[in-house]
Structures are given as structure tokens and as C-alpha cells.
């Protein structure tokens, strides 16, 4: 039985490495220093592209921001509808693999994504994008070809 749970465990969080990035959780300072980058306000939407265990949309929706966490890991998910229950009214959680959906008009975006993923976001945020701005703080990675408009550390803030 325990071989069985190992096993749910291993592959729940291994798997995620082939979409976009290993659960990794942001700290406490990149996590203060992500949302003044974003400089979200109250009613406005933040996405967050493999949300984990819903740290930062818990932070997020503290200043009465709409969020929407997509996950792949069935227990990740699990864990941050535990964790966002009482902000559920500004915060939605999606078992689901961002690459496949079609992403609302968001005002904010969040990602760790591993550097081979970096421009196949950029290109999907284009495809999808109007004329609404949006503000991408990626954690770690660059994208290829195109210039932040501010670093903070790890931290890098795009705008389209």
C-alpha cells in the first residue's frame, strides 16, 4: 500500500516536468517583491501558470484581486483549495494544463516555467492577447528575444 502511494506520489510530481516546470514554491521575499512587481488592483485578474500550492493566489486575492490558478498535480490541487478556502470568492483553481486552455484577459500572469517553455509562452500570450495590457513576472527564466522591463532579483517583469 505504501508502494502504491510512493508511486501516486512520484508521478503526480514528476510528470510536470514534460508541460512546463518541477513543483517549486515561491519564498516568502519573491513572492512580496512578484506582486509589486504585477502592481494588481482590487477587481483586477491574476493568472497564475502552475499555481502549486496556491501561495500566491492566496496572497493575491488578500488584496481582493480575481485569481485563477492552473495546475497539473491532481494533490497540488487539492492542497491549494485547502489552502484558498477562505478567499474562495476571488480565487478559482483549474486542474488543468494551461497549454491546452484558452487563457482569459488577464491583467496580471505568474509562472516558473523551465527556459525551453519560456518562448512558447511568450508566443501563446501573443496568439491570444488584444489590446488589453498585461504584465508577465516570470521566476528564474527569461524570454528568448524579449526585453523586461524590470529585473528584481530573480525576478523578471515583461509587459505586451
Not at 65 to 92: A, D, H, M
Request: net charge positive; with cysteine.
Amino acid at each position: 500500500m505504501l508502494s502504491v502511494f510512493l508511486l501516486i506520489l512520484f508521478v503526480s510530481f514528476s510528470v510536470v516536468i514534460f508541460f512546463g516546470a518541477p513543483y517549486l514554491p515561491t519564498l516568502k521575499k519573491e513572492k512580496i517583491e512578484a506582486i509589486a512587481l504585477l502592481d494588481l488592483r482590487k477587481g483586477e485578474l491574476f493568472l497564475e501558470l502552475g499555481s502549486g500550492d496556491g501561495r500566491m493566489l492566496k496572497a493575491m486575492a488578500k488584496n481582493q484581486v480575481f485569481c485563477i490558478g492552473y495546475e497539473l498535480n491532481p494533490l497540488l490541487v487539492l492542497i491549494s483549495k485547502v489552502i484558498c478556502w477562505r478567499q474562495r470568492e476571488y480565487i478559482t483553481i483549474k486542474w488543468a494544463n494551461f497549454w491546452n486552455e484558452k487563457l482569459p484577459n488577464a491583467d496580471g500572469i505568474y509562472v516558473f516555467l523551465l527556459d525551453k517553455y519560456m518562448e512558447k509562452l511568450n508566443s501563446k500570450i501573443f496568439k491570444q492577447k488584444n489590446s488589453h495590457p498585461i504584465k508577465l513576472v516570470s521566476y528564474a527564466f527569461e524570454i528568448p528575444k524579449k526585453k523586461y522591463e524590470k529585473k528584481k532579483g530573480p525576478l523578471y517583469l515583461y509587459k505586451y
